[in-house]
Protein backbone atom coordinates (compact mmCIF):
# COMPACT_ATOMS: atom_id res chain seq x y z
CA UNK A 1 0.00 0.00 0.00
CA UNK A 2 1.33 3.28 -0.89
CA UNK A 3 1.83 6.09 1.60
CA UNK A 4 -0.43 8.30 0.29
CA UNK A 5 -3.11 5.95 0.15
CA UNK A 6 -2.43 5.42 3.52
CA UNK A 7 -2.67 9.03 4.75
CA UNK A 8 -6.04 9.12 2.89
CA UNK A 9 -7.81 6.49 4.74
CA UNK A 10 -6.27 7.59 8.08
CA UNK A 11 -7.92 11.47 6.79
CA UNK A 12 -11.32 9.45 5.71
CA UNK A 13 -11.33 7.55 8.89
CA UNK A 14 -10.80 10.68 10.70
CA UNK A 15 -13.62 12.41 8.86
CA UNK A 16 -16.43 10.08 9.29
CA UNK A 17 -15.36 9.18 12.79
CA UNK A 18 -15.78 12.87 13.96
CA UNK A 19 -18.72 13.17 11.89
CA UNK A 20 -20.19 10.60 13.65
CA UNK A 21 -19.55 11.79 17.33
CA UNK A 22 -19.57 15.66 16.72
CA UNK A 23 -21.76 15.91 13.68
CA UNK A 24 -24.56 13.65 13.73
CA UNK A 25 -25.84 13.93 17.48
CA UNK A 26 -26.52 17.83 16.55
CA UNK A 27 -29.14 16.72 13.86
CA UNK A 28 -32.36 16.00 14.24
CA UNK A 29 -34.56 13.25 13.36
CA UNK A 30 -34.11 11.13 10.96
CA UNK A 31 -30.75 12.27 9.94
CA UNK A 32 -29.30 11.95 13.41
CA UNK A 33 -28.97 8.27 12.77
CA UNK A 34 -26.77 8.27 9.79
CA UNK A 35 -23.75 6.33 10.61
CA UNK A 36 -21.55 5.83 7.82
CA UNK A 37 -18.28 4.15 9.47
CA UNK A 38 -19.87 0.71 8.70
CA UNK A 39 -21.54 1.48 4.89
CA UNK A 40 -17.75 2.73 4.05
CA UNK A 41 -16.20 -1.04 5.68
CA UNK A 42 -18.59 -2.60 3.42
CA UNK A 43 -18.32 -0.74 0.37
CA UNK A 44 -14.40 -1.11 0.99
CA UNK A 45 -14.63 -5.04 1.44
CA UNK A 46 -16.58 -5.26 -1.31
CA UNK A 47 -13.88 -3.32 -3.89
CA UNK A 48 -11.30 -6.21 -2.36
CA UNK A 49 -9.24 -3.41 -0.44
CA UNK A 50 -8.78 -4.80 2.59
CA UNK A 51 -5.57 -3.15 4.35
CA UNK A 52 -7.58 0.54 3.82
CA UNK A 53 -11.20 -1.39 5.87
CA UNK A 54 -8.66 -2.61 8.46
CA UNK A 55 -7.05 1.38 8.78
CA UNK A 56 -10.51 2.80 8.60
CA UNK A 57 -11.87 0.44 11.17
CA UNK A 58 -8.72 0.89 13.38
CA UNK A 59 -8.91 5.14 12.98
CA UNK A 60 -12.13 5.35 13.26
CA UNK A 61 -12.80 3.13 16.04
CA UNK A 62 -9.90 4.67 18.45
CA UNK A 63 -11.65 8.31 17.59
CA UNK A 64 -14.91 6.88 18.47
CA UNK A 65 -13.57 5.94 21.75
CA UNK A 66 -11.86 8.89 22.50
CA UNK A 67 -15.16 10.96 22.03
CA UNK A 68 -18.03 9.41 22.02
CA UNK A 69 -20.73 9.54 25.24
CA UNK A 70 -21.97 6.37 25.43
CA UNK A 71 -23.05 3.20 23.49
CA UNK A 72 -19.42 2.22 21.61
CA UNK A 73 -17.97 0.04 24.23
CA UNK A 74 -14.21 -0.24 22.63
CA UNK A 75 -15.36 0.24 19.30
CA UNK A 76 -11.77 -0.18 17.91
CA UNK A 77 -12.12 -3.63 19.09
CA UNK A 78 -15.54 -3.91 17.62
CA UNK A 79 -15.36 -2.35 14.36
CA UNK A 80 -11.94 -4.36 13.30
CA UNK A 81 -13.98 -8.04 14.45
CA UNK A 82 -16.94 -6.53 12.08
CA UNK A 83 -14.52 -5.94 9.20
CA UNK A 84 -13.12 -9.73 9.44
CA UNK A 85 -16.68 -10.61 10.00
CA UNK A 86 -17.31 -8.85 6.56
CA UNK A 87 -14.46 -10.45 4.39
CA UNK A 88 -15.41 -13.89 5.99
CA UNK A 89 -18.61 -13.39 4.82
CA UNK A 90 -17.80 -11.24 1.62
CA UNK A 91 -15.28 -14.72 0.73
CA UNK A 92 -17.26 -17.61 1.44
CA UNK A 93 -21.52 -16.60 1.65
CA UNK A 94 -22.49 -13.42 -0.05
CA UNK A 95 -19.57 -14.64 -2.82
CA UNK A 96 -21.16 -12.34 -5.51
CA UNK A 97 -20.63 -8.65 -6.15
CA UNK A 98 -24.12 -7.43 -6.85
CA UNK A 99 -25.46 -4.28 -4.65
CA UNK A 100 -27.95 -6.63 -2.76
CA UNK A 101 -24.85 -8.85 -1.43
CA UNK A 102 -23.35 -5.32 -0.49
CA UNK A 103 -26.57 -4.26 1.46
CA UNK A 104 -27.34 -7.66 2.96
CA UNK A 105 -23.31 -7.22 4.30
CA UNK A 106 -24.17 -3.98 5.54
CA UNK A 107 -27.54 -4.95 7.40
CA UNK A 108 -26.37 -8.29 8.88
CA UNK A 109 -23.21 -6.58 10.17
CA UNK A 110 -25.28 -3.74 11.81
CA UNK A 111 -27.07 -6.52 13.60
CA UNK A 112 -23.67 -8.35 14.95
CA UNK A 113 -23.01 -5.14 16.06
CA UNK A 114 -26.01 -5.23 17.49
CA UNK A 115 -25.59 -8.11 19.72
CA UNK A 116 -22.08 -7.20 20.54
CA UNK A 117 -23.11 -4.32 22.34
CA UNK A 118 -25.41 -5.99 23.92
CA UNK A 119 -23.72 -9.11 24.85
CA UNK A 120 -21.11 -7.05 26.11
CA UNK A 121 -23.89 -5.00 28.13
CA UNK A 122 -24.75 -7.68 29.90
CA UNK A 123 -21.46 -9.26 30.64
CA UNK A 124 -19.99 -5.79 32.09
CA UNK A 125 -23.57 -5.52 34.09
CA UNK A 126 -22.81 -9.17 35.74
CA UNK A 127 -19.18 -8.46 36.33
CA UNK A 128 -18.75 -5.12 36.80
CA UNK A 129 -22.38 -3.50 38.20
CA UNK A 130 -21.77 -0.85 35.65
CA UNK A 131 -23.71 -0.04 32.64
CA UNK A 132 -23.25 0.27 28.72
CA UNK A 133 -26.44 1.53 26.62
CA UNK A 134 -28.12 -0.60 24.54
CA UNK A 135 -29.52 1.27 21.23
CA UNK A 136 -33.38 0.34 20.53
CA UNK A 137 -34.07 -1.83 17.44
CA UNK A 138 -36.24 0.83 16.57
CA UNK A 139 -33.32 3.20 16.60
CA UNK A 140 -31.50 0.40 14.67
CA UNK A 141 -34.10 -0.07 12.41
CA UNK A 142 -33.33 3.73 11.02
CA UNK A 143 -29.50 3.07 10.94
CA UNK A 144 -30.34 0.35 9.03
CA UNK A 145 -32.44 2.57 6.85
CA UNK A 146 -29.97 5.03 6.37
CA UNK A 147 -27.05 2.50 5.97
CA UNK A 148 -29.23 0.54 2.77
CA UNK A 149 -29.27 4.27 1.03
CA UNK A 150 -25.80 4.77 1.76
CA UNK A 151 -23.87 1.50 0.76
CA UNK A 152 -26.32 0.58 -2.41
CA UNK A 153 -25.74 4.85 -3.36
CA UNK A 154 -21.56 4.12 -3.05
CA UNK A 155 -21.85 1.07 -5.03
CA UNK A 156 -23.44 2.34 -7.82
CA UNK A 157 -21.14 5.20 -7.48
CA UNK A 158 -18.21 2.37 -8.23
CA UNK A 159 -20.16 1.33 -10.93
CA UNK A 160 -20.87 4.18 -12.81
CA UNK A 161 -17.61 6.20 -11.98
CA UNK A 162 -14.98 3.58 -11.67
CA UNK A 163 -14.20 0.69 -13.84
CA UNK A 164 -14.03 -1.57 -10.50
CA UNK A 165 -17.15 -3.53 -11.41
CA UNK A 166 -16.67 -3.24 -15.52
CA UNK A 167 -19.00 -6.07 -17.12
CA UNK A 168 -16.55 -7.06 -20.19
CA UNK A 169 -18.17 -8.38 -23.34
CA UNK A 170 -18.03 -12.35 -24.01
CA UNK A 171 -16.64 -11.11 -27.59
CA UNK A 172 -13.39 -9.95 -26.39
CA UNK A 173 -12.30 -13.06 -24.91
CA UNK A 174 -13.33 -15.00 -28.32
CA UNK B 1 -9.69 -14.77 4.55
CA UNK B 2 -5.95 -15.93 5.13
CA UNK B 3 -5.52 -17.76 8.47
CA UNK B 4 -2.41 -15.47 9.35
CA UNK B 5 -4.50 -12.26 9.04
CA UNK B 6 -6.83 -13.33 11.38
CA UNK B 7 -4.16 -14.25 14.09
CA UNK B 8 -2.35 -10.77 13.31
CA UNK B 9 -5.98 -8.98 14.03
CA UNK B 10 -6.93 -11.70 16.51
CA UNK B 11 -3.76 -10.51 18.25
CA UNK B 12 -3.87 -6.86 17.94
CA UNK B 13 -7.33 -6.85 19.05
CA UNK B 14 -6.00 -8.73 22.03
CA UNK B 15 -3.06 -6.26 23.16
CA UNK B 16 -5.58 -3.42 22.30
CA UNK B 17 -8.40 -4.92 25.11
CA UNK B 18 -5.19 -5.27 27.53
CA UNK B 19 -4.05 -2.03 27.22
CA UNK B 20 -7.40 -0.74 26.92
CA UNK B 21 -8.13 -2.16 30.05
CA UNK B 22 -5.03 -1.07 32.28
CA UNK B 23 -5.15 2.41 30.98
CA UNK B 24 -1.44 1.77 28.63
CA UNK B 25 -3.14 3.66 25.89
CA UNK B 26 -4.37 6.59 28.08
CA UNK B 27 -1.13 8.81 27.32
CA UNK B 28 -1.74 7.78 23.19
CA UNK B 29 -5.19 9.17 23.82
CA UNK B 30 -4.17 12.18 25.82
CA UNK B 31 -2.08 13.46 22.78
CA UNK B 32 -4.65 11.94 20.26
CA UNK B 33 -7.37 14.35 22.45
CA UNK B 34 -4.69 17.51 22.20
CA UNK B 35 -4.18 16.84 18.36
CA UNK B 36 -8.01 16.36 17.18
CA UNK B 37 -10.35 18.25 20.08
CA UNK B 38 -9.59 21.41 17.95
CA UNK B 39 -11.14 20.04 15.21
CA UNK B 40 -14.00 18.27 17.19
CA UNK B 41 -14.94 21.22 18.44
CA UNK B 42 -15.39 22.59 14.54
CA UNK B 43 -16.81 19.87 13.47
CA UNK B 44 -19.62 20.31 16.53
CA UNK B 45 -19.96 23.79 15.25
CA UNK B 46 -20.90 23.03 11.86
CA UNK B 47 -23.12 20.36 13.09
CA UNK B 48 -25.30 22.46 15.58
CA UNK B 49 -25.17 24.86 12.71
CA UNK B 50 -26.80 22.11 10.42
CA UNK B 51 -28.78 20.90 12.80
CA UNK B 52 -30.57 24.45 13.48
CA UNK B 53 -30.84 24.60 9.86
CA UNK B 54 -32.55 21.26 9.44
CA UNK B 55 -34.99 21.58 12.20
CA UNK B 56 -36.22 24.90 11.50
CA UNK B 57 -39.29 24.18 9.27
CA UNK B 58 -40.26 21.03 11.53
CA UNK B 59 -40.49 23.51 14.85
CA UNK B 60 -43.20 26.02 13.48
CA UNK B 61 -46.02 24.37 14.97
CA UNK B 62 -44.11 23.37 18.02
CA UNK B 63 -42.88 27.54 18.46
CA UNK B 64 -46.56 28.82 18.07
CA UNK B 65 -47.74 26.50 20.61
CA UNK B 66 -44.69 27.45 23.25
CA UNK B 67 -44.90 30.70 22.38
CA UNK B 68 -48.95 31.25 23.77
CA UNK B 69 -46.96 29.36 27.08
CA UNK B 70 -44.37 31.72 27.05
CA UNK B 71 -46.62 34.70 26.91
CA UNK B 72 -48.73 33.63 29.83
CA UNK B 73 -45.60 33.21 32.17
CA UNK B 74 -44.16 36.49 30.78
CA UNK B 75 -47.37 38.32 31.95
CA UNK B 76 -46.54 36.66 35.82
CA UNK B 77 -42.91 36.98 35.83
CA UNK B 78 -42.99 40.99 34.52
CA UNK B 79 -45.01 41.35 38.01
CA UNK B 80 -42.76 39.56 39.89
CA UNK B 81 -39.27 41.48 38.38
CA UNK B 82 -40.98 44.68 39.36
CA UNK B 83 -41.13 43.48 42.84
CA UNK B 84 -37.47 41.98 42.43
CA UNK B 85 -35.91 45.16 41.42
CA UNK B 86 -37.33 47.17 44.05
CA UNK B 87 -36.01 44.69 46.47
CA UNK B 88 -32.45 44.26 44.45
CA UNK B 89 -32.06 48.23 44.90
CA UNK B 90 -32.82 47.69 48.50
CA UNK B 91 -30.03 45.63 48.64
CA UNK B 92 -27.77 46.95 46.90
CA UNK B 93 -28.08 50.26 49.09
CA UNK B 94 -28.46 47.91 52.06
CA UNK B 95 -24.92 46.13 51.16
CA UNK B 96 -23.36 49.33 50.22
CA UNK B 97 -24.44 50.74 53.48
CA UNK B 98 -22.30 47.73 55.03
CA UNK B 99 -19.34 48.27 52.74
CA UNK B 100 -20.06 44.96 51.80
CA UNK B 101 -17.51 42.80 49.47
CA UNK B 102 -19.02 40.84 47.36
CA UNK B 103 -16.75 37.79 47.04
CA UNK B 104 -17.66 34.85 44.71
CA UNK B 105 -16.25 31.65 45.54
CA UNK B 106 -16.37 30.43 42.38
CA UNK B 107 -14.27 31.10 38.89
CA UNK B 108 -16.37 30.38 35.34
CA UNK B 109 -14.63 28.45 33.25
CA UNK B 110 -15.68 28.40 29.61
CA UNK B 111 -16.09 25.32 27.90
CA UNK B 112 -17.80 24.26 24.22
CA UNK B 113 -19.97 21.29 23.93
CA UNK B 114 -17.70 19.43 21.43
CA UNK B 115 -20.14 15.88 21.33
CA UNK B 116 -23.37 14.76 22.76
CA UNK B 117 -25.36 11.39 23.37
CA UNK B 118 -27.45 9.94 20.80
CA UNK B 119 -28.71 7.33 22.80
CA UNK B 120 -32.01 7.45 24.11
CA UNK B 121 -32.51 8.40 27.57
CA UNK B 122 -29.04 9.17 27.83
CA UNK B 123 -28.40 13.18 27.99
CA UNK B 124 -24.78 14.18 28.41
CA UNK B 125 -22.28 16.45 26.42
CA UNK B 126 -18.67 16.39 26.50
CA UNK B 127 -16.82 19.49 27.03
CA UNK B 128 -13.48 20.70 25.44
CA UNK B 129 -11.95 21.10 29.66
CA UNK B 130 -10.73 18.64 31.31
CA UNK B 131 -8.57 17.97 34.65
CA UNK B 132 -5.86 20.06 33.52
CA UNK B 133 -7.66 23.07 33.63
CA UNK B 134 -8.37 22.68 37.63
CA UNK B 135 -11.97 20.94 36.38
CA UNK B 136 -13.20 17.78 38.97
CA UNK B 137 -15.80 15.55 38.90
CA UNK B 138 -19.21 16.98 40.77
CA UNK B 139 -18.68 20.17 39.50
CA UNK B 140 -21.97 22.28 38.84
CA UNK B 141 -22.15 23.75 35.07
CA UNK B 142 -24.21 26.19 34.14
CA UNK B 143 -25.25 27.98 30.78
CA UNK B 144 -24.76 31.37 30.12
CA UNK B 145 -27.86 32.94 31.56
CA UNK B 146 -26.80 31.23 34.64
CA UNK B 147 -29.37 28.17 34.12
CA UNK B 148 -27.92 24.80 35.71
CA UNK B 149 -27.10 22.22 33.31
CA UNK B 150 -25.70 19.75 35.04
CA UNK B 151 -22.47 18.22 36.55
CA UNK B 152 -19.33 16.48 35.40
CA UNK B 153 -19.13 12.70 35.95
CA UNK B 154 -16.33 11.82 34.03
CA UNK B 155 -13.06 13.22 33.78
CA UNK B 156 -9.95 13.09 31.12
CA UNK B 157 -7.38 15.38 31.14
CA UNK B 158 -9.09 17.73 27.92
CA UNK B 159 -12.13 16.50 28.01
CA UNK B 160 -15.40 16.20 30.96
CA UNK B 161 -18.22 14.45 30.39
CA UNK B 162 -21.50 16.25 31.95
CA UNK B 163 -24.50 14.59 32.50
CA UNK B 164 -27.60 16.61 32.49
CA UNK B 165 -30.44 17.12 34.36
CA UNK B 166 -32.57 15.56 32.09
CA UNK B 167 -30.56 12.20 31.79
CA UNK B 168 -31.99 9.15 33.60
CA UNK B 169 -29.21 8.50 35.89
CA UNK B 170 -29.17 11.96 37.46
CA UNK B 171 -29.90 12.95 40.51
CA UNK B 172 -29.55 16.46 42.24
CA UNK B 173 -30.14 17.96 45.64
CA UNK B 174 -33.44 20.34 45.18
CA UNK B 175 -35.02 22.83 46.14
CA UNK B 176 -37.66 26.09 45.66
CA UNK B 177 -36.47 29.79 45.03
CA UNK B 178 -35.50 31.43 48.41
CA UNK B 179 -36.43 28.39 50.42
CA UNK B 180 -32.44 27.84 51.14
CA UNK B 181 -33.36 23.78 51.93
CA UNK B 182 -33.48 20.55 50.76
CA UNK B 183 -36.85 19.58 49.56
CA UNK B 184 -36.43 17.07 47.13
CA UNK B 185 -33.79 15.42 44.42
CA UNK B 186 -34.31 15.65 41.12
CA UNK B 187 -34.49 12.67 38.66
CA UNK B 188 -34.13 12.44 35.03
CA UNK B 189 -36.54 10.82 32.99
CA UNK B 190 -34.47 11.13 30.03
CA UNK B 191 -36.85 12.56 27.18
CA UNK B 192 -36.10 15.97 28.41
CA UNK B 193 -37.68 16.15 31.59
CA UNK B 194 -37.02 15.44 34.92
CA UNK B 195 -38.75 14.23 38.41
CA UNK B 196 -39.08 15.90 41.47
CA UNK B 197 -38.69 12.75 44.03
CA UNK B 198 -38.99 12.32 47.61
CA UNK B 199 -40.91 15.82 48.80
CA UNK B 200 -42.68 15.81 52.23
CA UNK B 201 -45.93 16.00 52.49
CA UNK B 202 -46.06 19.40 54.24
CA UNK B 203 -44.02 20.96 51.59
CA UNK B 204 -46.08 23.67 49.40
CA UNK B 205 -45.65 23.40 46.10
CA UNK B 206 -47.80 24.85 43.19
CA UNK B 207 -47.10 25.05 39.06
CA UNK B 208 -44.84 27.44 37.96
CA UNK B 209 -42.43 27.25 41.22
CA UNK B 210 -38.88 27.96 40.34
CA UNK B 211 -36.65 24.86 40.93
CA UNK B 212 -33.18 25.30 41.81
CA UNK B 213 -29.94 23.70 43.70
CA UNK B 214 -30.09 22.85 47.19
CA UNK B 215 -26.92 23.50 47.50
CA UNK B 216 -26.28 20.58 49.89
CA UNK B 217 -23.83 18.94 47.40
CA UNK B 218 -20.48 19.77 48.34
CA UNK B 219 -19.26 21.38 44.43
CA UNK B 220 -22.95 22.35 43.51
CA UNK B 221 -23.61 25.90 44.91
CA UNK B 222 -26.86 26.86 45.93
CA UNK B 223 -30.00 28.78 43.89
CA UNK B 224 -28.76 27.88 40.36
CA UNK B 225 -32.50 27.96 38.56
CA UNK B 226 -33.06 24.24 37.08
CA UNK B 227 -36.89 24.52 36.01
CA UNK B 228 -40.59 24.97 36.76
CA UNK B 229 -42.79 22.81 38.63
CA UNK B 230 -45.50 21.33 36.26
CA UNK B 231 -47.55 18.93 37.79
CA UNK B 232 -47.56 17.95 41.93
CA UNK B 233 -48.75 14.50 42.56
CA UNK B 234 -48.92 12.16 45.71
CA UNK B 235 -52.07 11.22 48.11
CA UNK B 236 -52.25 12.50 51.51
CA UNK B 237 -51.38 9.45 53.21
CA UNK B 238 -48.36 8.61 51.05
CA UNK B 239 -45.04 9.58 53.07
CA UNK B 240 -43.41 11.35 50.25
CA UNK B 241 -44.86 13.48 47.10
CA UNK B 242 -43.60 14.03 43.57
CA UNK B 243 -43.97 16.59 40.64
CA UNK B 244 -43.19 16.76 36.98
CA UNK B 245 -40.22 19.62 36.31
CA UNK B 246 -39.94 21.02 33.20
CA UNK B 247 -35.86 22.00 32.59
CA UNK B 248 -35.68 25.61 31.80
CA UNK B 249 -32.55 24.99 29.46
CA UNK B 250 -33.24 23.31 25.99
CA UNK B 251 -30.24 21.37 24.80
CA UNK B 252 -30.70 21.52 21.25
CA UNK B 253 -29.55 25.40 21.47
CA UNK B 254 -26.83 24.74 23.86
CA UNK B 255 -23.32 25.23 22.49
CA UNK B 256 -21.37 27.03 25.52
CA UNK B 257 -21.12 26.54 28.85
CA UNK B 258 -19.29 27.57 32.22
CA UNK B 259 -18.13 25.08 34.70
CA UNK B 260 -18.43 26.99 38.56
CA UNK B 261 -14.70 26.17 39.73
CA UNK B 262 -13.55 26.63 43.15
CA UNK B 263 -11.33 29.70 43.00
CA UNK B 264 -9.19 26.94 45.45
CA UNK B 265 -9.06 24.69 42.40
CA UNK B 266 -7.51 27.50 39.91
CA UNK B 267 -4.44 26.47 38.13
CA UNK B 268 -1.37 28.27 38.72
CA UNK B 269 -0.85 29.65 35.22
CA UNK B 270 -4.53 31.37 35.76
CA UNK B 271 -2.98 33.05 38.80
CA UNK B 272 -0.62 34.80 37.03
Known amino acids: MKPLRIIGMILIAMLVALYEVSVAPFLPMPWNAFHPILGILVLLVAIEKRNSAFIVAGVSGFLLDLYSTGGTFFAVGRFLLLTMMMMTLNAHVLTNRSVYASITLVLLTRMFDWIWIAVASLIVALLFRSTIHVPSLESVGRVMAWDTAFVALGFAFFVFFTKRFLIVPRTRHR | ?272
Open chain 2, 1 to 272: MSRRLIVIVGLILALLAVANVTGLLAPFQNISRAITVPIARSFSSAGRGIGTWLSRPLEISELTEQNVDLRARLDSAVVDYVRLRALEEENRSLRAMLEFEDESDYDFVPARIISRSSDEGRVEVLIDRGSRDGLEVGMAVVAEGGLFVGKITELQPRISRITLVSDEQSRIAASTAGRHALIGVIEGRGNGTANLTLIPQQIELNPDDIIVTAGTEEKIPANLPIGLINTVEGQQTDPFKHASIEPLLRIEGLDLVLVLRSSALRPESANQ
